[in-house]
């Protein structure tokens, strides 16, 4: 398992397929990643989601993210969804 920041280091200018194994929401519904682990790597994005979406519709429990490491945090944000109340 790995932090953020070794994520960085060790994949410099990369975009990242990686597990969140400890992660919880703060106050401003950011998702923190507290233990991570990096999946795959890749050059682009599209090859990167593809990937992901693989991944997740063999496991839809898993929580999967595809960040690249140009980002000093993941920045990932919770959003509620509103459905339509009848």
Excluded: C
Aim: avoid cysteine.
């Amino acid at each position: 398992m790995m932090k953020w920041e070794d994520v960085r280091k060790a994949f410099p200018d990369q975009w990242i397929l990686l597990e969140a194994i400890e992660a919880y929401t703060n106050e401003k519904n950011e998702r923190i990643l507290v233990d991570i682990v990096p999946l795959e790597k890749f050059s682009d994005s599209p090859k990167a989601m593809k990937a992901y979406q693989k991944l997740h519709h063999e496991n839809a429990g898993r929580e999967l993210y595809v960040i690249h490491t140009n980002r000093k945090s993941p920045g990932i944000i919770e959003k509620k969804w509103v459905g339509v109340r009848r």
